[in-house]
């Protein structure tokens, strides 16, 4: 765990590299496939940029993506695959790997996204664009694999430490791109970008990810947050940003604001249906926690069902798993 602990925080590292470390785990790792070390370093305010300029070096040679970090990597997994045994292998990337791979791999895969967009400004452009970043070796964002081999070996240390202390690399035979780490990044407790006050993600020379809840977003969306209203809400054409000035503004608000009537009442509490043109129907139960607050006050709670919900059991039922005939507490609480 405690590598884990260590490699989160590499995933979550901001400001400014450490450029030294990086060059020289940057030579470390050449050295270690065997390799002559790079002439030249030079460094990029973001991987926007980085592409920028991997796509104007000269006299860089080809990559050496496979030598520095897809070989080496396969041959620890093999080894330690080896020394372990299937479960055992299985035990340490549940373990490690695991904990920081769906998030991580999210991020960069939003990452080159990104870049593709604001790059790609013609479609035949894009597959180029992705090209280079196939040449890519991820640096901190390599953090989900290099947790799985911290402390079983030296074999990965030059990678281990430029993703330490720096953001993406490119690696060619003369030449070697590296990008500085972001100056923020903003996620919400499930590991997806989140702000809703300006970029989730962004790089010293400007480039940035929007997004609420891990959706992306444009910049000028979030603008208009602070100023919804349901008319606003109600004649937004887009279903997903729909969602999102919803989850914003607050379903109980929205109802409460746009004189919403309940479809169904019963003992376990109140179904609200919103209808949306366009995109399915929210569909929220308000039930009132039957345990008093410190102050004698019931908190109200409201809960998103499906929108096939009919009945206010129904929904409540849902939410435990079960089915209305099913759901009888003998307590509430």
Same mark, same amino acid.
């Given at each position: 765990?405690?590598? $884990?602990?260590?490699?989160?925080?590499?995933?979550?590292?901001?400001? =400014? *590299?450490?450029?030294?470390?990086?060059?020289?785990?940057?030579?470390?790792?050449?050295?270690?496939?065997?390799?002559?070390?790079?002439?030249?370093?030079?460094?990029?305010?973001?991987?926007?940029?980085?592409?920028?300029? $991997?796509?104007?070096?000269?006299?860089?040679?080809?990559?050496?993506?496979?030598?520095?970090?897809?070989?080496?990597?396969? !041959?620890? =997994?093999?080894?330690? /695959?080896?020394?372990?045994?299937?479960?055992?292998?299985?035990?340490?990337?549940?373990?490690?790997?695991?904990?920081? #791979? !769906?998030?991580?791999? &999210?991020?960069?895969?939003?990452?080159?996204?990104?870049?593709?967009?604001?790059?790609?400004?013609?479609?035949?452009?894009?597959?180029?664009?992705?090209? %280079?970043?196939?040449?890519?070796? @991820?640096?901190?964002?390599?953090? &989900?694999?290099?947790?799985?081999?911290?402390?079983?070996?030296?074999?990965?240390?030059?990678?281990?430490?430029? +993703?330490?202390?720096?953001?993406?690399?490119?690696?060619?035979?003369?030449?070697?791109?590296? %990008?500085?780490?972001?100056?923020?990044?903003?996620?919400?407790?499930?590991?997806?970008?989140?702000?809703?006050?300006?970029?989730?993600?962004?790089?010293?020379?400007?480039?940035? @990810? /929007?997004?609420?809840?891990?959706?992306?977003?444009?910049?000028?969306?979030?603008?208009?947050? +602070?100023?919804?209203?349901?008319?606003?809400?109600?004649?937004?054409?887009?279903?997903?940003?729909? =969602?999102?000035?919803? !989850?914003?503004?607050? /379903?109980? =608000?929205?109802?409460?604001?746009?004189?919403?009537?309940?479809?169904?009442?019963?003992?376990?509490?109140?179904? #609200?249906?919103?209808?949306?043109?366009?995109?399915?129907?929210? %569909?929220?139960?308000?039930?009132?926690?039957?345990?008093? !607050?410190?102050?004698?006050?019931?908190?109200?709670? #409201?809960?998103?069902?499906?929108?096939?919900?009919?009945?206010?059991?129904?929904?409540?039922? #849902?939410?435990?798993?079960?089915?209305?005939?099913? /759901? *009888?507490?003998?307590?509430?609480?």
């Amino acid at each position: 765990m405690q590598y $884990v602990n260590t490699w989160r925080a590499v995933v979550a590292a901001t400001g =400014r *590299a450490d450029r030294g470390a990086a060059e020289d785990g940057v030579r470390l790792a050449y050295r270690a496939a065997g390799l002559t070390e790079p002439e030249r370093i030079i460094w990029a305010d973001s991987p926007r940029a980085a592409v920028e300029v $991997v796509e104007k070096l000269t006299e860089a040679g080809r990559s050496v993506r496979e030598e520095v970090r897809t070989r080496p990597w396969a !041959e620890e =997994r093999r080894r330690v /695959y080896d020394e372990l045994g299937p479960a055992g292998w299985s035990a340490l990337w549940s373990a490690t790997g695991a904990q920081l #791979w !769906e998030t991580t791999a &999210a991020l960069a895969e939003r990452i080159r996204a990104g870049v593709v967009s604001e790059l790609a400004t013609r479609p035949e452009d894009e597959s180029g664009i992705r090209l %280079v970043l196939l040449d890519a070796v @991820l640096g901190q964002h390599d953090a &989900a694999w290099l947790a799985a081999f911290d402390g079983r070996g030296d074999r990965l240390t030059g990678l281990a430490e430029v +993703a330490r202390n720096a953001g993406w690399w490119w690696p060619y035979e003369h030449a070697v791109v590296i %990008v500085e780490r972001p100056e923020a990044l903003h996620r919400d407790e499930a590991g997806r970008l989140d702000r809703g006050d300006g970029p989730a993600l962004a790089y010293p020379d400007g480039f940035a @990810l /929007y997004a609420w809840r891990g959706m992306p977003v444009p910049a000028e969306f979030l603008d208009g947050l +602070a100023s919804l209203t349901p008319d606003r809400i109600r004649a937004e054409e887009n279903a997903e940003l729909r =969602r999102v000035m919803l !989850e914003y503004y607050g /379903y109980d =608000r929205y109802l409460t604001e746009s004189g919403a009537e309940p479809v169904h009442r019963d003992e376990t509490g109140i179904l #609200w249906r919103i209808a949306m043109a366009g995109d399915e129907d929210v %569909v929220m139960v308000e039930v009132v926690n039957s345990t008093p !607050e410190p102050d004698g006050t019931h908190r109200t709670y #409201w809960l998103r069902v499906p929108p096939r919900t009919r009945t206010a059991k129904e929904g409540v039922a #849902w939410t435990f798993g079960l089915d209305g005939e099913a /759901y *009888a507490p003998v307590r509430q609480t």
